[in-house]
């Protein structure tokens, strides 16, 4: 059943790439963060109220405080990456988190990955590193030049960071409440966050972005089937299989948007995809 739902996690997390990268392409990047974060609580919100409202624990306020924080600036540096990289490059980056979470786990939730768990996530990461490499442009050294010199792939750098941190405090979140009470608590605390923000920054907020649901619903829907898989698995192999959606994602680049580079990046992905089998059968 983990599996079943953190895959379902990784179609659902692709869409809301695809959709992100098609929208905000002409749209402000705080705009159209606030606008999947307010229409993902206005479907996730009835839920919760109807299906499973809990009297979360002591150290539930805390634990959104600070996963609050940290998915607010994700959201941003998420959208940042998508306006300014290509998707099959950047979204691949993302396939680090579950490697950042060996060192982070431990820590946080007290959670360790088998050996061959983690030889798993180490095949994710030589795929990741090798979708980046261009013998025109400095061939090993690309992925590391391109985190260095590439605005987009080095946002979403700082995104695979943040998410090893915030995905094991959503662990001890979902415990203390519940999964579907945790996810709605933290996205409601983002649309008031990045509003917040966009106020004291003095930004202008696109109204067109808002109207933009499509980002929001796919968000919703992947937030109830993460959440729930954190409550049946450790936090490292249900990110790693939720990173699958990179494939989708890296196809999607391909062939709807068009971008360079597909058998070299298809090989890549498909290491990856293998490392989440390895996880699957530790």
């Known amino acids: 059943m983990w599996f079943l739902l953190s895959f379902l996690t990784s ?4 869409l809301n790439d695809i959709a992100g990268k098609y929208f905000v392409k002409d749209r402000d990047v705080y705009s159209i963060g606030l606008s ?3 229409w993902s609580s206005l479907i996730l919100i009835p839920l919760m109220l109807f299906t499973d409202m809990v009297n979360p624990d002591k150290d539930f306020y805390s634990l959104l405080l600070i996963s609050g924080i940290l998915n607010s600036l994700v959201t941003v540096l998420y959208f940042n990456s998508l306006k300014k990289s290509d998707i099959s490059l950047s ?9 950042f979470m060996i060192f982070t786990s431990p820590f946080i939730t007290g959670e ?6 983690v030889f798993g996530i180490i095949l994710i990461v030589i ?5 980046n490499i261009d013998k025109s442009k400095g061939g090993l050294m690309t992925p590391i030049l391109s985190l260095i010199n590439g605005k987009g792939t080095r946002s979403m750098l ?3 960071l943040i998410w090893s941190v915030s995905a094991p405090i959503d662990k001890l979140g979902v415990e203390s409440s519940s999964p579907l009470f945790w996810g709605t608590s933290v996205n409601v605390f983002m649309v008031f966050s990045i509003y917040l923000f966009i106020l004291f920054t003095k930004k202008d907020i696109d109204n067109k972005a808002l109207k933009l649901f499509w980002p929001g619903i796919f968000a919703a829907l992947t937030i109830i089937t993460q959440m729930t898989a954190l409550k049946l698995a450790i936090v490292p192999y249900v990110i790693a299989i939720k990173r699958t959606s990179i494939l989708f994602s890296v196809i999607a680049g391909i062939f709807l948007f068009k971008e360079k580079g597909g058998v070299h990046r298809l090989i890549s992905t498909f290491l990856m ?3 989440v089998m390895i996880i699957l059968l530790s």
């Open 91 to 99: 979204m691949p980056i993302l396939t680090l988190t579950p490697v």
């Open 36 to 38: 999947m974060r307010l």
């Open 273 to 275: 995809v293998v490392g």
């Open 158 to 160: 700082f995104v695979a």
């Open 127 to 131: 795929g990741a590193y090798s979708i």
């Open 112 to 117: 360790m990955p088998s050996i061959k768990g």
């Open 11 to 14: 179609i659902f997390r692709s």
